[in-house]
Nanobody, 116 residues
Framework: QVQLVESGGGLVQAGGSLRLSCAAS????????MCWYRQAPGEERELVAN????????NYADSVKGRFTISRDNAKKTVYLQMNSLKPEDTAVYYC?????????WGQGTQVTVSS
């Protein structure tokens, strides 16, 4: 079955960096777009970034452009989110996501907390 397992979250000071990882299994990883979403307390879940199957095409939310970088290693079936210049407003639970034949899959999420 499809599984997405995030890791790498934690507590960091403003201006710091974190790298999130999402290990995937149960499907042909390189065939699918992978996404990172986040959800802050009291807010709706929002798309942070996505990357196509071969890793050549990426998209970012305006709020993270120039600070976050999404990448993937298809041999390791893992997608990454490198987060630099973190701000307190980046505090959220970050989720890995993919959609396969009209079914959406989510990981369990990893908490990122940025202190000011």
């Amino acid at each position: 079955q499809v599984q997405l397992v995030e890791s790498g979250g934690g507590l960091v000071q403003a201006g710091g960096s974190l790298r999130l990882s999402c290990a995937a299994s149960g499907f042909t990883f390189s065939n699918y777009v992978m996404c990172w979403y986040r959800q802050a307390p009291g807010e709706e879940r929002e798309l942070v970034a996505n990357i196509n199957g071969v890793g050549f095409s990426t998209n970012y939310a305006d709020s993270v452009k120039g600070r976050f970088t999404i990448s993937r290693d298809n041999a390791k079936k893992t997608v990454y989110l490198q987060m630099n210049s973190l701000k307190p407003e980046d505090t959220a639970v970050y989720y890995c996501n993919t959609r396969i034949t009209r079914v959406t899959y989510w990981g369990q999420g990893t908490q990122v907390t940025v202190s000011s």
